[in-house]
Protein backbone atom coordinates (compact mmCIF):
# COMPACT_ATOMS: atom_id res chain seq x y z
CA UNK A 1 0.00 0.00 0.00
CA UNK A 2 1.11 3.20 -1.31
CA UNK A 3 -0.89 6.17 -0.15
CA UNK A 4 -0.31 9.80 1.37
CA UNK A 5 -2.27 8.86 4.66
CA UNK A 6 -1.22 8.89 8.55
CA UNK A 7 -2.37 5.57 10.69
CA UNK A 8 -5.19 4.09 8.45
CA UNK A 9 -7.54 3.47 11.54
CA UNK A 10 -7.93 7.48 11.13
CA UNK A 11 -8.37 7.62 7.23
CA UNK A 12 -12.09 8.45 7.39
CA UNK A 13 -12.06 11.01 10.48
CA UNK A 14 -9.14 13.47 9.05
CA UNK A 15 -10.23 13.16 5.38
CA UNK A 16 -13.62 14.89 6.94
CA UNK A 17 -11.56 16.99 9.02
CA UNK A 18 -10.03 18.48 6.17
CA UNK A 19 -13.35 19.38 4.21
CA UNK A 20 -14.60 20.94 7.30
CA UNK A 21 -10.73 22.59 7.76
CA UNK A 22 -11.68 23.93 3.83
CA UNK A 23 -15.53 24.79 3.56
CA UNK A 24 -16.07 25.74 7.06
CA UNK A 25 -18.53 28.41 5.54
CA UNK A 26 -20.45 25.88 3.68
CA UNK A 27 -20.48 22.83 5.81
CA UNK A 28 -20.43 21.57 9.44
CA UNK A 29 -21.48 18.49 11.25
CA UNK A 30 -24.35 17.88 14.31
CA UNK A 31 -23.36 17.18 17.44
CA UNK A 32 -20.02 15.39 18.08
CA UNK A 33 -20.11 13.33 15.23
CA UNK A 34 -17.90 14.63 12.15
CA UNK A 35 -19.59 11.67 9.81
CA UNK A 36 -23.19 13.39 10.26
CA UNK A 37 -22.20 16.28 7.54
CA UNK A 38 -24.97 18.89 7.12
CA UNK A 39 -24.93 22.18 5.26
CA UNK A 40 -24.98 25.18 6.87
CA UNK A 41 -27.58 27.01 4.60
CA UNK A 42 -30.78 26.22 5.97
CA UNK A 43 -34.60 27.62 3.90
CA UNK A 44 -37.15 27.41 6.07
CA UNK A 45 -39.83 25.35 4.79
CA UNK A 46 -37.70 23.41 2.22
CA UNK A 47 -37.88 19.98 1.70
CA UNK A 48 -34.46 18.23 3.31
CA UNK A 49 -32.51 15.96 1.15
CA UNK A 50 -29.98 13.77 2.91
CA UNK A 51 -27.71 11.05 1.46
CA UNK A 52 -25.10 8.51 2.71
CA UNK A 53 -23.15 5.81 2.19
CA UNK A 54 -19.33 4.73 2.89
CA UNK A 55 -16.66 6.86 2.39
CA UNK A 56 -14.01 6.47 -0.50
CA UNK A 57 -16.26 7.60 -3.56
CA UNK A 58 -15.41 11.44 -3.30
CA UNK A 59 -16.85 13.86 -4.04
CA UNK A 60 -19.62 11.27 -3.78
CA UNK A 61 -21.55 11.37 -1.41
CA UNK A 62 -20.19 14.44 0.93
CA UNK A 63 -19.55 17.26 -2.36
CA UNK A 64 -23.19 17.27 -3.11
CA UNK A 65 -24.28 19.04 0.15
CA UNK A 66 -25.07 22.95 -0.53
CA UNK A 67 -27.25 25.64 -1.85
CA UNK A 68 -29.47 23.84 -4.80
CA UNK A 69 -28.86 20.15 -3.97
CA UNK A 70 -28.87 18.27 -0.86
CA UNK A 71 -28.98 19.55 3.00
CA UNK A 72 -27.12 16.57 4.90
CA UNK A 73 -24.97 13.47 4.22
CA UNK A 74 -23.68 10.59 6.50
CA UNK A 75 -20.37 8.48 5.78
CA UNK A 76 -19.53 5.56 7.30
CA UNK A 77 -16.18 3.60 6.84
CA UNK A 78 -14.41 2.80 3.45
CA UNK A 79 -16.92 1.44 1.68
CA UNK A 80 -19.81 0.42 4.88
CA UNK A 81 -22.86 2.10 5.53
CA UNK A 82 -23.32 4.78 8.01
CA UNK A 83 -25.63 3.31 10.96
CA UNK A 84 -29.37 4.71 11.49
CA UNK A 85 -28.53 6.62 14.61
CA UNK A 86 -26.19 9.19 12.22
CA UNK A 87 -28.62 8.78 9.47
CA UNK A 88 -31.88 10.01 12.53
CA UNK A 89 -29.73 12.53 13.53
CA UNK A 90 -29.19 13.95 10.35
CA UNK A 91 -32.43 13.67 9.79
CA UNK A 92 -33.72 15.73 12.76
CA UNK A 93 -30.85 18.70 11.65
CA UNK A 94 -32.41 19.15 8.06
CA UNK A 95 -35.71 18.82 8.78
CA UNK A 96 -37.55 22.45 8.01
CA UNK A 97 -41.04 21.30 8.88
CA UNK A 98 -41.99 20.25 5.31
CA UNK A 99 -40.53 16.28 5.58
CA UNK A 100 -37.41 14.93 4.06
CA UNK A 101 -36.40 12.96 1.29
CA UNK A 102 -33.70 10.17 1.36
CA UNK A 103 -31.98 9.71 -1.81
CA UNK A 104 -29.21 6.84 -1.83
CA UNK A 105 -27.58 3.99 -3.64
CA UNK A 106 -29.21 0.17 -3.68
CA UNK A 107 -27.07 -1.24 -1.30
CA UNK A 108 -28.97 -3.94 1.02
CA UNK A 109 -26.58 -2.30 4.20
CA UNK A 110 -27.43 1.28 2.93
CA UNK A 111 -31.52 0.48 2.21
CA UNK A 112 -31.69 -1.37 5.99
CA UNK A 113 -29.92 1.59 7.86
CA UNK A 114 -31.81 4.37 6.03
CA UNK A 115 -35.55 2.09 6.59
CA UNK A 116 -34.13 1.90 10.12
CA UNK A 117 -33.60 5.92 10.33
CA UNK A 118 -36.60 6.64 8.36
CA UNK A 119 -38.96 4.57 11.30
CA UNK A 120 -36.52 6.60 14.47
CA UNK A 121 -37.71 10.28 12.52
CA UNK A 122 -41.31 8.87 12.04
CA UNK A 123 -41.56 7.69 15.71
CA UNK A 124 -39.42 10.02 17.79
CA UNK A 125 -39.99 13.39 15.85
CA UNK A 126 -43.10 13.20 13.58
CA UNK A 127 -40.76 13.86 10.88
CA UNK A 128 -42.19 12.57 7.42
CA UNK A 129 -39.49 10.69 5.29
CA UNK A 130 -39.45 9.03 2.15
CA UNK A 131 -37.15 7.54 0.03
CA UNK A 132 -35.42 6.96 -3.40
CA UNK A 133 -33.18 4.34 -4.18
CA UNK A 134 -31.03 5.25 -7.37
CA UNK A 135 -29.99 1.63 -9.35
CA UNK A 136 -28.51 3.09 -12.27
CA UNK A 137 -25.87 0.42 -13.51
CA UNK A 138 -26.82 -1.35 -16.77
CA UNK A 139 -23.73 -3.62 -15.90
CA UNK A 140 -26.01 -5.23 -13.09
CA UNK A 141 -29.36 -7.32 -13.84
CA UNK A 142 -32.20 -5.73 -15.11
CA UNK A 143 -35.77 -5.90 -13.21
CA UNK A 144 -37.93 -8.56 -15.44
CA UNK A 145 -40.78 -6.44 -14.88
CA UNK A 146 -41.12 -2.72 -13.59
CA UNK A 147 -42.94 -3.47 -10.43
CA UNK A 148 -39.81 -5.88 -9.50
CA UNK A 149 -37.55 -4.48 -6.94
CA UNK A 150 -34.87 -2.82 -8.91
CA UNK A 151 -32.07 -5.09 -8.85
CA UNK A 152 -29.43 -2.60 -10.15
CA UNK A 153 -26.38 -0.66 -8.14
CA UNK A 154 -26.44 2.69 -7.70
CA UNK A 155 -23.47 4.41 -9.36
CA UNK A 156 -22.49 7.26 -10.85
CA UNK A 157 -25.58 8.26 -12.51
CA UNK A 158 -26.93 8.97 -8.91
CA UNK A 159 -25.42 12.97 -9.11
CA UNK A 160 -28.32 13.26 -11.47
CA UNK A 161 -30.56 12.59 -8.77
CA UNK A 162 -29.13 14.62 -6.74
CA UNK A 163 -29.35 17.19 -9.20
CA UNK A 164 -32.94 16.89 -10.23
CA UNK A 165 -34.15 16.62 -6.79
CA UNK A 166 -31.77 19.36 -5.52
CA UNK A 167 -33.37 22.21 -7.60
CA UNK A 168 -37.02 20.73 -7.28
CA UNK A 169 -36.53 21.12 -3.55
CA UNK A 170 -35.04 24.65 -4.08
CA UNK A 171 -37.96 25.97 -6.23
CA UNK A 172 -39.84 24.95 -2.53
CA UNK A 173 -41.58 22.12 -4.35
CA UNK A 174 -43.90 19.59 -1.68
CA UNK A 175 -42.02 16.43 -0.33
CA UNK A 176 -44.06 14.11 -2.56
CA UNK A 177 -43.54 16.81 -5.36
CA UNK A 178 -39.55 16.58 -4.92
CA UNK A 179 -40.06 12.16 -4.65
CA UNK A 180 -41.75 12.39 -8.25
CA UNK A 181 -38.83 14.40 -9.83
CA UNK A 182 -36.41 12.28 -7.92
CA UNK A 183 -37.78 8.79 -9.31
CA UNK A 184 -38.16 10.37 -12.42
CA UNK A 185 -34.50 11.53 -12.58
CA UNK A 186 -33.99 7.95 -11.66
CA UNK A 187 -35.69 6.22 -14.24
CA UNK A 188 -34.57 7.52 -16.63
CA UNK A 189 -30.90 7.43 -16.21
CA UNK A 190 -28.31 4.78 -16.65
CA UNK A 191 -24.85 4.03 -16.55
CA UNK A 192 -21.72 1.86 -17.34
CA UNK A 193 -18.08 1.42 -16.55
CA UNK A 194 -15.24 -0.05 -16.92
CA UNK A 195 -11.99 -0.34 -14.56
CA UNK A 196 -8.35 -1.05 -15.57
CA UNK A 197 -6.73 -1.21 -11.99
CA UNK A 198 -8.26 -2.19 -8.52
CA UNK A 199 -7.99 -0.36 -5.51
CA UNK A 200 -6.99 -0.40 -1.85
CA UNK A 201 -8.85 0.29 1.10
CA UNK A 202 -6.64 1.20 4.13
CA UNK A 203 -7.78 -0.55 6.66
CA UNK A 204 -7.14 -3.79 4.98
CA UNK A 205 -3.76 -2.97 3.25
CA UNK A 206 -3.86 -4.39 -0.58
CA UNK A 207 -6.00 -4.52 -3.52
CA UNK A 208 -9.30 -6.29 -3.02
CA UNK A 209 -8.88 -8.15 -6.78
CA UNK A 210 -6.66 -8.10 -9.42
CA UNK A 211 -6.29 -7.39 -13.00
CA UNK A 212 -3.46 -7.89 -15.93
CA UNK A 213 -1.62 -4.97 -16.57
CA UNK A 214 -3.16 -5.20 -20.25
CA UNK A 215 -6.38 -6.17 -18.83
CA UNK A 216 -9.75 -4.38 -18.55
CA UNK A 217 -13.23 -5.08 -16.83
CA UNK A 218 -16.27 -3.85 -18.29
CA UNK A 219 -18.82 -3.38 -15.92
CA UNK A 220 -16.85 -4.07 -13.14
CA UNK A 221 -18.87 -1.87 -9.76
CA UNK A 222 -17.31 0.99 -7.66
CA UNK A 223 -16.52 -0.81 -4.81
CA UNK A 224 -14.82 -3.90 -6.86
CA UNK A 225 -17.68 -5.80 -7.62
CA UNK A 226 -17.59 -8.25 -10.26
CA UNK A 227 -18.01 -7.28 -13.72
CA UNK A 228 -19.20 -9.04 -16.59
CA UNK A 229 -16.85 -9.07 -19.06
CA UNK A 230 -12.82 -9.51 -18.53
CA UNK A 231 -10.25 -8.52 -21.35
CA UNK A 232 -7.43 -7.61 -23.06
CA UNK A 233 -7.21 -3.38 -23.13
CA UNK A 234 -8.94 -1.96 -26.19
CA UNK A 235 -8.52 1.40 -27.41
CA UNK A 236 -10.63 4.66 -26.35
CA UNK A 237 -13.02 4.58 -29.20
CA UNK A 238 -13.68 0.45 -28.68
CA UNK A 239 -14.24 0.95 -25.16
CA UNK A 240 -16.84 3.28 -25.48
CA UNK A 241 -18.38 2.00 -28.30
CA UNK A 242 -19.28 -1.19 -26.21
CA UNK A 243 -20.64 1.16 -22.91
CA UNK A 244 -23.05 3.18 -25.07
CA UNK A 245 -24.50 -0.15 -27.06
CA UNK A 246 -25.44 -1.15 -24.22
CA UNK A 247 -26.87 2.40 -22.74
CA UNK A 248 -28.68 3.38 -25.58
CA UNK A 249 -30.75 0.33 -25.86
CA UNK A 250 -31.69 -0.22 -22.10
CA UNK A 251 -34.24 2.17 -22.33
CA UNK A 252 -34.12 2.50 -25.71
CA UNK A 253 -33.19 5.86 -27.38
CA UNK A 254 -34.89 7.43 -30.24
CA UNK A 255 -33.90 9.74 -32.80
CA UNK A 256 -34.32 13.16 -31.77
CA UNK A 257 -34.40 12.31 -27.66
CA UNK A 258 -32.43 14.56 -25.58
CA UNK A 259 -29.64 13.66 -22.96
CA UNK A 260 -27.36 15.08 -20.38
CA UNK A 261 -24.03 13.22 -20.93
CA UNK A 262 -21.50 12.48 -17.18
CA UNK A 263 -18.06 10.83 -17.62
CA UNK A 264 -16.73 10.21 -14.26
CA UNK A 265 -13.34 9.37 -13.54
CA UNK A 266 -12.70 6.49 -11.00
CA UNK A 267 -10.06 8.47 -9.22
CA UNK A 268 -6.59 7.77 -11.48
CA UNK A 269 -8.07 8.32 -15.05
CA UNK A 270 -6.54 11.82 -15.98
CA UNK A 271 -8.71 14.25 -17.28
CA UNK A 272 -7.19 14.11 -20.81
CA UNK A 273 -8.21 10.58 -21.21
CA UNK A 274 -11.61 11.25 -19.94
CA UNK A 275 -11.98 13.99 -22.97
CA UNK A 276 -10.66 11.40 -25.73
CA UNK A 277 -14.02 9.75 -23.99
CA UNK A 278 -16.07 12.67 -24.49
CA UNK A 279 -14.66 12.60 -28.42
CA UNK A 280 -15.92 9.82 -29.30
CA UNK A 281 -19.51 9.84 -27.28
CA UNK A 282 -19.91 12.77 -29.17
CA UNK A 283 -19.23 11.36 -32.31
CA UNK A 284 -21.27 8.26 -31.46
CA UNK A 285 -24.33 10.21 -30.11
CA UNK A 286 -24.88 12.29 -33.11
CA UNK A 287 -24.60 9.03 -35.17
CA UNK A 288 -27.59 7.80 -33.43
CA UNK A 289 -29.25 10.87 -33.78
CA UNK A 290 -29.36 11.72 -30.04
CA UNK A 291 -28.88 14.92 -29.34
CA UNK A 292 -26.28 15.92 -25.77
CA UNK A 293 -27.81 18.56 -23.86
CA UNK A 294 -25.09 19.33 -21.56
CA UNK A 295 -21.79 17.38 -20.56
CA UNK A 296 -20.55 16.52 -17.30
CA UNK A 297 -16.63 15.76 -17.41
CA UNK A 298 -14.50 15.23 -14.56
CA UNK A 299 -14.34 12.77 -10.61
CA UNK A 300 -17.74 12.71 -9.46
CA UNK A 301 -18.35 9.09 -8.28
CA UNK A 302 -14.79 7.51 -7.62
CA UNK A 303 -13.33 4.26 -6.35
CA UNK A 304 -9.95 5.45 -4.09
CA UNK A 305 -7.32 5.24 -6.68
CA UNK A 306 -9.10 2.92 -9.40
CA UNK A 307 -8.12 3.77 -12.95
CA UNK A 308 -11.10 3.61 -15.19
CA UNK A 309 -14.15 5.30 -16.08
CA UNK A 310 -17.98 5.28 -16.23
CA UNK A 311 -20.40 7.00 -18.76
CA UNK A 312 -24.08 7.96 -17.40
CA UNK A 313 -26.45 9.36 -19.52
CA UNK A 314 -29.79 10.92 -18.48
CA UNK A 315 -32.82 11.05 -20.63
CA UNK A 316 -34.46 14.83 -20.38
CA UNK A 317 -37.75 16.16 -21.19
CA UNK A 318 -38.68 20.08 -20.34
CA UNK A 319 -38.75 19.00 -16.91
CA UNK A 320 -35.40 17.75 -15.94
CA UNK A 321 -33.96 20.10 -18.34
CA UNK A 322 -34.80 22.50 -16.33
CA UNK A 323 -33.58 21.73 -12.74
CA UNK A 324 -30.00 20.11 -14.92
CA UNK A 325 -29.30 24.37 -15.34
CA UNK A 326 -30.38 25.28 -11.98
CA UNK A 327 -27.54 26.45 -10.06
CA UNK A 328 -25.78 24.81 -7.48
CA UNK A 329 -22.99 26.07 -4.93
CA UNK A 330 -21.20 22.59 -2.99
CA UNK A 331 -17.83 22.10 -1.58
CA UNK A 332 -17.26 20.47 -4.96
CA UNK A 333 -19.67 21.34 -7.51
CA UNK A 334 -20.59 24.51 -8.31
CA UNK A 335 -22.84 25.87 -11.06
CA UNK A 336 -24.03 29.23 -11.85
Known amino acids: MKKIINAP ?61 LDGCTIGDVFQSPNPEQIYNVTKEI ?39 AGDDVATEKPASPDEKNKRRGVAGIFFVYKCAGAAAEAMLSLNEVKRV ?8 RTMGVALTPCIVPR ?34 KIVDELLDKILTDIP ?29 SEKLKESGVVAYKYFVGEYATSLEMAGFSISLLKLDDELKNYIDMPVNTPFFKQV
Open 9 to 69: ENYVTEMLEGIYAAHADMVTYTGDDLHCYVSKVKKAGKVGLATGGGSGHLPLFLGYIGEGM
Open 95 to 133: DSGSGVLYIYGNYNGDIFNFDMAAEMADFEDGIEVKSVV
Open 182 to 189: AEKAAANV
Open 204 to 237: VGKAGFTIGENEMEIGMGIHGETGFRRGPLEPAD
Open 253 to 281: YVQGDVVAVLVNGLGATPLDEQYIVVRRI
